[in-house]
Structure formats: C-alpha cells, structure tokens
C-alpha cells in the first residue's frame, strides 16, 4: 500500500511502515529513544512492534493508564519527569505507541519537553489511525474539557500497522469506523455508501488508506484550521460537548469518542436539514445508519442543557460565536453557521423520536 505523503512527513503502513522506521532509525543517531505505551499497548503490541524491526536499538519504555480520563496535565508531568530521570535531552526520540489519547497526549509532551524532541506516531487504535494520524493535532483535556490544552506540531513519520486492529475490541472498532463515516459525510458521498454497508472490520486496509487521504487532503489545503480544515469537525461541537458530559457525569456510563460523535452528527445533520438545506432522505439515512451501529442513550432535560452549556468551551468558538459545520448535501459541507438556540431543543427531539 502506497505511503501517503503529508505537508512534512509520511505516513507508512504495514510492511512499508517497518521498512522506513528502519532505514530512519539507522540515519539519525539518537542519544535516547523512548517508547511511551499504556498497559493494553504494553501487553499486545510492543513485543510484536520490537520484533518488527531488524534494526538493534536500545529504548526505554514509559508507561501511562490508558482511557480518557487520564489525558490531561498530570499524566504529562508524569511523562516529563520519567523523560527526565532517564537522561532525555533534546536529541531524544519518542515513538507512541497507542491509540488516540497516547498519541496527543505523547505528541504533546514530547513537543514541550527541552522545548521539543523528536517524536513518531504508531496508532494502534482504528481510530488513531484515521483520525491522529494526520493533522499534528497534540494535547491534553482541561478536566472533563476535551482537547483545550495542546499545540500542533508534526511528527517524523507516522506508523500505521493494521494487525494491531486485532487487539481491539468490537466497540473501539465501532467507535473509530465513526470517524471514516465522517470522512464520507464531508467529502465524498461514494465513500460514505460504501461504509454504511460495512458489517464487520476485516480486510480494512484500502478503507483505512482512503480515509486517511481524504484527511491528508484537507489538511494540505488548511495547516492551521482556519478554513477549509474546519469540516473536519463536523459532528464534533456537538459530540465533544456530549462526551465531555458523560465523562464527567456520575448518572452516565461514558461513551467513547465516536459514540458521542456519532450522536453529534445526527443533531448536526438534522441543523443542517434546518439550516443549509440537506434533504430529509438524506437526514433518514444519516440518522438510520447511526442508530443502527451505536448507542442511542436516553436524553433528559437536565442532560441537554447540561451538555448545551459546554459548548462556551468549545475549543473552536471565536469572540463569544459557536461556529459550527453543517451540510449542504452528503459530501457538501459549509462551515462557521450559526445556530438559533431554540433549533438546539428541536435537534435533541429529533434525535429522541
């Protein structure tokens, strides 16, 4: 499979992926090489990530807890002190070898710690790998707050290894087929029906590649999100809102990232039936499709205006304004609408029908 190149770097896969850590790793003389892992990365995947490689090298490996909850500051101290304690200095190198939540969060320390060392992503997560993989996107949460701590910057290369998607459970492979599904929505409305018939996550490859692309190519047009890149985040203003409530929330059980977006696109697909004019038979599959692969919990009044007051610290709102993106058509997108707050209610009644 083709390597993917990105503004500053590639993304390589399989075979290819071990092929070029390899011939990278015997150019560049390291004084230190770390692999940051949690404990499931640590148990199925750095044994066979090591094996992978013919080049000898001598790593130290740092671990962190695993989950949402525990991407934030403290984690990342923990991080710096362990880079610390074992002699890193600016001619280090991080690899991360993990899911979303590892690579930001690796991404992030690496980028501040002696002011920046070298890094590289290995996702092992589906939704690492179509999500984290593309964009220098790096941070931690503030609290509950999803993403309000961080900095873009770029790795060296970035890993993707597809036997690693056999670790995961059926519900992480759901929750990152959310985000190719939002590919689909955004950009191309071909893609979007080959996805919705997916019924099981073997053979993913090609798929993984073209969502990687998609992302690659608006990423290219927007380094920074100030236009084009912000599509990106269609179903997010919503859907962060909403995880970042059920994380905190003691009434809930927490739902993965792409559960809450997927909740988030349907609202938002519905705003947009509102506002931009996509089409109800459009709306009918995108909400269909949704419910038909996530769960659907059960709203109360208290929980909406809950989760509507965590949109102020949505991440991207500017001057007091929530912008959010919307459709046009699947695979039409219009960015920085703004949203009456009765259409808020109506959304939330949509989506309980």
């Not at 090489?33 to 001598?58: A, M, S």
């Not at 929980?303 to 500017?318: G, P, Q, R, V, Y």
Request: hydrophobic share 40%.
């Amino acid at each position: 499979m083709e390597s993917i190149i990105t503004s500053s770097y590639s993304v390589h896969f399989n075979q290819k992926a071990y092929d070029a850590l390899d011939r990278y790793l015997s150019g560049e003389k390291y004084s230190k090489i770390f692999i940051l892992v949690d404990e499931n990365t640590r148990k199925h995947c750095l044994t066979p990530f090591r094996n992978g490689l013919r080049t000898e090298f001598t790593f130290e490996v740092l671990e962190i807890e695993s989950g949402e909850e525990n991407k934030n500051i403290h984690t990342c101290v923990k991080v710096w002190n362990a880079l610390s304690e074992l002699d890193g200095d600016r001619k280090s190198l991080l690899i991360n070898l993990g899911g979303g939540v590892l690579c930001d969060l690796g991404g992030f320390a690496a980028s501040t710690f002696k002011r920046g060392i070298d890094f590289i992503n290995v996702p092992t997560t589906l939704l690492s790998m179509v999500d984290a993989s593309v964009g220098g996107k790096t941070g931690v949460d503030l609290g509950s707050l999803k993403n309000q701590i961080g900095v873009i910057n770029q790795p060296r290369m970035v890993l993707i290894l597809s036997d690693f998607l056999k670790t995961l459970e059926e519900r992480q492979l759901q929750s990152g087929f959310a985000e190719m599904l939002k590919h689909g929505l955004i950009q191309d409305a071909s893609y979007w029906d080959t996805l919705k018939s997916v019924s099981d996550f073997k053979a993913m490859d090609t798929l993984i590649h073209t969502s990687v692309v998609i992302k690659n190519n608006v990423v290219l047009q927007d380094p920074r999100e100030q236009n084009v890149r912000k599509i990106l985040n269609f179903g997010h203003t919503l859907g962060h809102a909403i995880e970042s409530y059920f994380l905190e929330s003691e009434a809930h059980e927490t739902l993965l990232h792409g559960e809450s977006i997927a909740i988030g696109m349907i609202l938002e697909a519905y705003l947009s039936f509102k506002l931009t004019g996509l089409p109800k038979n459009q709306l009918e599959d995108i909400k269909t499709v949704f419910l038909s692969k996530y769960p659907k919990p059960e709203f109360q009044n208290t929980d909406i205006e809950s989760i509507l007051t965590l949109l102020k610290f949505d991440k991207k709102n500017a001057y007091g304004t929530i912008n959010f993106v919307l459709l046009k058509h699947i695979g039409e997108p219009v960015v920085d609408v703004r949203i009456p707050e009765d259409l808020f209610h109506s959304a939330f009644s949509y989506f309980k029908e």
